[in-house]
C-alpha cells in the first residue's frame, strides 16, 4: 500500500513490456483512464465557485485545459501526470464513470475496442493486487464492479452502432419523406420506458410529455433495455417521431439524467 496510481500504470506497461506483450493499445487504454480522472473525475477538481476571484481562476483553468486539450488534438504529444494522487483513492465510481459513461463517448468505439478497454483494466487490477498494492477490499470492489459492467458496456456499444447504421439508411422512413418539414424537434439524453415490438418509447426526466413509439427494429432492441439512456435527437411528423441523429447509449446500471432541449423547425 502507499504507492501512486501513477506509478502502478507506469510498472504495469514495463510489466507488459517484460512479457514481451504487445503494449501498444494497453498505454492507449491506460491515456484514457488517465484523461478520464484528470480532466473529469472527482480527484483533480477544485470544485464548484462562488465568488467572482475563484470564477476568474476557474475560467483561466478552463482556457489553459481546452489549450491542452486542443494541442493533444494537433498531435502534439502531452504524457498525462496523475502526480502524486495514491491508488486507493479510485473507488467504484470513478471505474463506473470510466467504463459506463467516458469510454462510451468515444468516437468511433465499437464492441472490440470496448471489450480491449476493459481487457487492459481488469489486468491492471489483477497486477496491482499480485504486487499487494491494493487490498482485498478495494479489489474486490472494484473487480466485481468491473464484471458487472463488463457486459453492460459491450451490449450499449453494440447498440449504438446498430442505431448510428439505422439512422444513417434513413431508419424507418420513406425516401419521400425526407424533405418535408418535421413539426417539432427534442433532443437530449432520453430514457427507454417501453421496448416493444419493433418499437421503443422514451421519456425525458425534465418533461410530463409522453412521446409516442420510435420505430426500431427488432434486431436492434435486443441490445436494449428499459433504463438504458440514449443520446438522441427526435423529429416529429404529424404523429409520429423518426431518430434524426444518435449519440452514445448509456446502460441502465449508470445514472445518467435525461434531460430535453426543445428545438424550432428545421429542414432535414
Known amino acids: 500500500m502507499g504507492i501512486t496510481l501513477q506509478d502502478s500504470l507506469d510498472d504495469f506497461i514495463v510489466y507488459l513490456q517484460a512479457q514481451n506483450i504487445e503494449s501498444l493499445d494497453t498505454e492507449q487504454h491506460i491515456a484514457?483512464?488517465?484523461?478520464?480522472?484528470?480532466?473529469?473525475?472527482?480527484?483533480?477538481?477544485?470544485?464548484?465557485?462562488?465568488?467572482?476571484?475563484?470564477?476568474?481562476e476557474w475560467e483561466l483553468n478552463l482556457h489553459q485545459q481546452m489549450e491542452q486539450l486542443l494541442q493533444e488534438e494537433d498531435g502534439v504529444d502531452e504524457s498525462l501526470d496523475l502526480g502524486n494522487l495514491p491508488l486507493d483513492e479510485i473507488d467504484v465510481d470513478h471505474l463506473s464513470d470510466f467504463l459506463g459513461w467516458f469510454l462510451l463517448r468515444e468516437p468511433n468505439m465499437d464492441s472490440l475496442q470496448m471489450g480491449a478497454a476493459i481487457e487492459t483494466m481488469q489486468h491492471w487490477l489483477?497486477?496491482?493486487?499480485?504486487?499487494?498494492?491494493?487490498?482485498?477490499?478495494?479489489?474486490?470492489?472494484?473487480?466485481?464492479?468491473?464484471?458487472?459492467?463488463?457486459?453492460?458496456?459491450?451490449?450499449?456499444?453494440?447498440?449504438?452502432?446498430?442505431?448510428?447504421?439505422?439512422?444513417?439508411?434513413?431508419?424507418?422512413?420513406?425516401?419521400?419523406l425526407r424533405g418535408e418539414r418535421f413539426e417539432r424537434f427534442i433532443e437530449g439524453h432520453a430514457r427507454v420506458v417501453h421496448i416493444g415490438d419493433k418499437s421503443l418509447q422514451l421519456a425525458f426526466d425534465n418533461s410530463?410529455?409522453?412521446?409516442?413509439?420510435?420505430?426500431?427494429?427488432?434486431?436492434?432492441?435486443?441490445?436494449?433495455?428499459?433504463?438504458?439512456?440514449?443520446?438522441?435527437?427526435?423529429?416529429?411528423?404529424?404523429?409520429?417521431?423518426?431518430?434524426?441523429?444518435i449519440g452514445p447509449v448509456y446502460p441502465r446500471y449508470i445514472y445518467m439524467s435525461a434531460e430535453s432541449v426543445d428545438m424550432e423547425n428545421k429542414f432535414i
Not at 464548484?48 to 475563484?54: I, R
Not at 409522453?210 to 416529429?236: A, K, R
Request: glycine letters at 8%; one cysteine or more.
Open 126 to 176: 489483477q497486477f496491482v493486487y499480485q504486487q499487494k498494492w491494493m487490498d482485498d477490499v478495494q479489489y474486490d470492489a472494484l473487480f466485481s464492479t468491473m464484471s458487472t459492467l463488463a457486459p453492460e458496456s459491450i451490449r450499449v456499444v453494440k447498440a449504438a452502432r446498430l442505431l448510428f447504421h439505422f439512422v444513417r439508411m434513413g431508419g424507418c422512413g420513406s425516401p419521400r
Open 208 to 245: 410530463d410529455d409522453s412521446l409516442d413509439e420510435v420505430m426500431v427494429p427488432n434486431e436492434i432492441l435486443e441490445f436494449l433495455q428499459v433504463g438504458d439512456v440514449i443520446d438522441i435527437e427526435l423529429g416529429l411528423r404529424g404523429n409520429s417521431w423518426t431518430i434524426v441523429d
Open 32 to 56: 484514457l483512464f488517465a484523461e478520464y480522472l484528470l480532466h473529469y473525475s472527482d480527484l483533480f477538481q477544485e470544485g464548484w465557485v462562488d465568488d467572482e476571484g475563484e470564477l476568474d
